[in-house]
């Protein structure tokens, strides 16, 4: 008998998340983009050296670019990146155009959720088109969550 070898899936993948987006926007679409990144920037994404805090991309000339996303440089090499600069997302125009029609519309913006590595090892960047969320929307969601861990605390208790 051998032993299981586990996948290299998206569970094992570094990763770098933006959890302030789930709260403070309203999700409405998921799109996926590939990152033109520097070879430095790849070896400090792997090392999870990177930050999503008040990043959001932006169409400029016919391309989205990553405005805002800080990966930290990288501390084996001799030459380093600039941590804070625009990084270019790789989409399809037709993929562009798509976004661009629905950024026109009031209240749209598209905030990046997570950096990972696919299968293939190549970096992506899932980002999401969104709308921004009033407080009281907050305050709801914050209220129904800990009603269903009140729930289901109550309901293990029972089942014992």
């Keep these: 008998m051998g032993k299981k070898q586990a996948k290299k899936g998206a569970a094992e993948t570094p990763q770098v998340k933006n959890k302030k987006a789930y709260l403070n926007y309203e999700l409405v679409e998921k799109v996926e983009a590939g990152v033109a990144l520097l070879g430095t920037e790849v070896k400090s994404l792997r090392n999870r050296g990177g930050d999503l805090d008040g990043s959001y991309a932006r169409i400029i000339g016919g391309e989205i670019w990553l405005v805002g996303c800080k990966i930290s440089p990288y501390a084996m090499a001799s030459v380093n990146h600039?941590?804070?600069?625009?990084?270019?997302?790789?989409?399809?125009?037709?993929q562009i155009h798509k976004i661009e029609s629905k950024l026109m519309q009031r209240?749209?913006?598209?905030?990046?959720?997570?950096?990972?590595?696919?299968?293939?090892?190549?970096?992506?960047?899932?980002?999401?088109?969104?709308?921004?969320?009033?407080q009281y929307d907050k305050r709801s969601k914050l209220q129904k969550e800990q009603q269903k861990r009140d729930l289901q605390r109550d309901l293990k208790r029972y089942r014992k």
């Design 107 to 134: 209240g749209f913006t598209l905030v990046p959720l997570r950096i990972y590595f696919n299968s293939r090892g190549l970096a992506k960047v899932e980002l999401a088109l969104v709308r921004g969320k009033r």
């Design 82 to 94: 600039d941590p804070e600069r625009k990084r270019k997302l790789l989409l399809r125009k037709s």
